[in-house]
C-alpha cells in the first residue's frame, strides 16, 4: 500500500479510562462483584445478539441476491464521465513498472482519462522508474513529493487535487491490480447526482502463499462478497475503502480532500460523505487484486492501523451521527455499528476478563451458561459471513478446512484491538506504517 508518515489526529482520553475504572468499582463496593459481573456479561450478551442479527441479516441477503448482481452486469459502458487516477507510492520499485502499465490499459476512452502517480519520498528506484515512464507517456503525470512531506497517503493524494482535471476521482494502491473495465463500472454510478463515491470490490491474488494469506483471503470474500454487500443491500450504507474506489471530485473539494490527521482516511471520508447527504455505492462486479500479508508481524501491524483509524473515526463523528437529520433510526443504528466494528474484540477481551471471577469462585456459577451463550453467538455470527463468502466466491473445497485457524487468528485481533484502543484513549502517538509485502508479487499488469 502507499505510504508515508502521518500521525492521528486529536486523541488521548485518560480521565475516560480513569473515570470507567472508578465507576466499576464503586458499583463494586454497592452492589458486589456477583452483580456487576452478571450485569456487564449480560449487557456483552445483549451487544453480541444485535452484531449476530446483523451478521446474519447480511449472510442471507447475499445468498439470495448476490449471484444474481454479479450475473446481470452490464456489458459495455452507460456512462463516461471525465476521469482523474491517482496512486500514491512510496518505495515502490518492484511493481512500478507493472503499475504503469495496468494503469495505461483501462478500457475507458483514453481523451477522458488522466492518469496521475504521487511519488510519496520514495529513497529506492521509485523515483527514476516513474521518470522514464513520465518522459516517453505524455498522458501521465508524475509527481514527487521531498521525504518526510507528511499526511502519510492523504497527503500525497492531497498534493495531487490541485492537478486532477476529471469529475471522479478513482484511487487505486500501488500493488493492486485492477481489472480492464474496473474504470466504467465505477464511474456508471455517479449518473446519480446522489452519490458521492463508489467502492469496487477487492480480492487476493495470494491466497496460497501462506496459511495466514489464505485467511485474509477468506476474510476478503467474506467482507466484500457478504458484509459489504449487506451494507449495500440491506442499508444502502456500505463503506469507501480506500482502493479501487471513485468519489466525486466536487464533493471531495467541498469536503477539504482527505483527512490527513488519521490513518484510515477511507473511513473517516465514508461519514463525511454520508454526513453530508450523499451516498456511497458498492459494485461489486467492479474487481481488482491485491496481495495478502503473508506473516504475523504483517498482519499485526497492517489491522493495528485499521484498528486505531476506525476506533478514532468513532470517537470523531459517533455524536454528529446521532445528531443527523440526514440518516433514519436505522441508518442512524447501522452506522453506529459499522464504526463499532473494531470495538468487537474490545468487548471480547472484557468478556475473557469478566470470566475470571467465575473462575475463581467469587461469582454465582448462572454466568458461566451467560458465558457460552456469549462465545458461542461471538463466534456463530462471523462464521455464517465466512461460510457466505466461501461459497459465493466460489472456493476451493479445501478453503473449508482453513476455518480452524481463524480461532487463533481471532485471539490475535483481540489482542491488538485492545491495544489499539487503549493507545487511542491515553493519546499515544502513532504515524502511518506502510504493509510490507513480498517484493515480487505475481502475476503482473491487468487482470484480463
Known sequence: MANSHSGTGPEGHPWTLLTMAGGLLLAIAIFGINSVNTVLIITLEVIFVVFFARHMIFAVSAMRTANTDLSL?????????PISVIVACKNEESVIDSLVSSLLNFEYPKDRLQVIIVNDGSDDATEEKLDVWAASTPSLTVLHRRPGAGGGKSGALNDALPLITGEVVVVFDADHQP???????????FEDPGVGAVQGRCEIINPDDTPLSRLVAIDYLAGYLVNEYGRQSIFRLPAYGGANCAVRASSLRALGGW???TVTEDTDLTLKLVLSGQRVRYDVTAVDAEEGVISLDRYWRQRYRWSRGHQQVWRDYRGQVWRSDRLTVAEKLETIMFLLVFHMPVFSFLGLVLLIPWLAGLTHPTDAIHAYVLWTLLFLGPLMELGAGLLLGRAPRRWVFSLIFFLPLFFVSVALCTKSWIDGMLGRPYAWVKTSRSQDPSPQGVIP
Open 259 to 261: 483527512n490527513p490527521d
Open 73 to 81: 452486469a452490464p456489458a459495455v459502458p452507460t456512462y463516461t464521465p
Open 179 to 189: 481489472r480492464r473495465d474496473v474504470l466504467w463500472r465505477l464511474a456508471r454510478h
